[in-house]
């Protein structure tokens, strides 16, 4: 049975389905869609585009949010917040997969600034951006002092009149920058780089940054993370002063220190020239009463001093030493005299005991003595020499009758061999060619050659 071709059913591609159900979805859906949902698969893409889901307790969502659309957030997605998001429904052709075009995003229950404001905090306060001990001293009596704000806004007033009204010594120095609006949180940072940079010159003792009040959108610029790592990193003392009292932002959290206003700046960077002024007459007063006390006691001692006997007569003691000095002269001579009849007597008494002795009769009778045994052991040394004489004499002949070279006076040899270095006693011990010394009296020698044997 043959099908005709009125009845055949069209067959589309799979891209013209997924275009299809596209065109659909766009021509019957809302141009916009607010929904609600929880972040979960949040990926972030190299290109800089993101790609999440959003859920509830019974469906999920794709979603994507491209690189400039993140840019605008003010706040830091991630998994698990509860945001919402406002977008179009779009499907992707070539995987026939729908999703929500991100185009912006809040959090749930909270606003987006306030929220991006306390994931800074947290994120600084774990790097310890926030530590007292990364803090820096300001200065107590600063003569120069760098502002860093708007040179049109109010709160440059209000630190100068501030700083002048307490301590008009210090020097101010203006840095205008922007203070509100895109871009001003990247200017100041540069603002404080710079100033620091150039601080070998400048010399300024500290930095004020702030402006005055205004709502948490107007002050954002002190809660980015640009101007935070800046003033963390500066090496001049850097006081936060922005807003008003309420307000709290992360450059007053990352200062070194912190005015409640730019009014009260001048509190914390200087002191009261009243308050100097009083504890300097204070301490003036205690010195004055320090210095007539101390003025008093020396006169006093002066006085003890001048009444003593060394200035009443002042040779009193030269001459007591002089007395003394006669005292020890006179123990000196006395002395050396008795010493010397001391030694007088002893010599005398060692002259009396040389003479009984009689030491000329004494040595006389030693050197008769000396010359008697000098006399007796020379002629024991001859008499023994004499002896040994004959004996070394009697030896040596007799050595010599025993020597065997002694026939050789007498007209006999010796004949040795050369190879075997033996004498040669009898014919047998001989070879043709051997080579014979012959030794004569006198030490002679006669080589040959043995012919035949």
């Not at 990926?43 to 999920?60: I, P």
């Not at 905090?121 to 310890?128: D, Q, S």
């Not at 001579?333 to 040389?354: H, K, S």
């Not at 040394?381 to 070279?405: D, F, H, Y």
Request: proline share 4%.
């Amino acid at each position: 049975m043959q099908v005709s071709t009125q009845t055949r059913t069209k067959v589309y591609t799979v891209t013209q389905v997924n275009t299809l159900v596209k065109d659909v979805l766009e021509a019957n859906l809302p141009s916009w869609l607010t929904i609600k949902g929880e972040i979960t698969d949040w990926k972030e893409h190299q290109s800089g585009h993101r790609y999440f889901s959003l859920k509830d307790e019974e469906s999920v969502l794709p979603c994507a949010m491209w690189r400039g659309t993140l840019a605008k957030v003010k706040f830091k997605p991630g998994n698990g917040l509860a945001v919402l998001v406002t977008g179009s429904i779009d499907l992707y052709v070539p995987q026939g997969r729908y999703k929500l075009i991100v185009d912006e995003m809040i959090p749930a229950g909270m606003g987006a600034l306030q929220l991006a404001f306390e994931q800074m905090v947290r994120k600084l306060e774990a790097e310890g951006l926030f530590s007292e001990a990364h803090k820096k001293p300001i200065p107590k009596y600063p003569e120069r002092i760098g502002i860093l704000t708007s040179e049109s806004g109010a709160a440059v007033h209000d630190i100068a009149v501030s700083i002048h009204n307490r301590w008009p010594c210090t020097r101010l120095f203006l840095y205008p920058v922007p203070v509100q609006g895109p871009g001003a949180a990247q200017a100041m940072a540069a603002g404080i780089r710079e100033v620091n940079r150039r601080n070998d010159k400048l010399k300024l003792d500290a930095l004020i940054i702030g402006r005055g009040g205004g709502s948490l959108e107007d002050l954002w610029a002190f809660n980015e993370e640009v101007l935070a790592r800046a003033i963390f990193a500066s090496r001049i003392p850097i006081i936060s002063a922005v807003g008003h009292e309420v307000d709290t932002t992360v450059a007053d959290l990352v200062a070194d220190a912190r005015a409640s206003t730019p009014t009260k700046a001048g509190v914390v960077a200087v002191p009261d020239m009243v308050d100097v002024l009083s504890d300097l007459a204070h301490h003036q007063r205690r010195l004055a009463g320090s210095v007539r006390s101390r003025y008093g006691l020396c006169c006093g001692y002066l006085q003890t001093i001048l009444a003593s006997a060394v200035f009443r007569n002042p040779l009193l003691s030269v001459l007591n030493r002089e007395q003394y000095l006669d005292d020890l002269a006179w123990s000196l001579g006395d002395g050396m005299r008795t010493a010397l009849i001391e030694a007088r007597g002893q010599v005398q008494e060692y002259q009396d005991q040389v003479a009984r002795i009689e030491p000329h009769r004494l040595l006389g009778r030693l050197l008769v003595e000396l010359n008697d045994l000098r006399g007796r052991g020379l002629a024991a040394v001859t008499k023994v020499l004499s002896r040994r004489e004959l004996e070394i004499t009697a030896r040596e002949n007799r050595l010599a009758a025993l020597n065997p070279k002694s026939v050789l006076n007498r007209g006999y040899s010796i004949t040795t061999n050369q190879q075997t270095g033996q004498v040669v006693r009898s014919a047998d011990e001989v070879q043709p060619d051997d080579l014979l010394t012959t030794e004569l009296a006198h030490g002679q020698l006669i080589e040959s050659r043995v012919t035949r044997s």
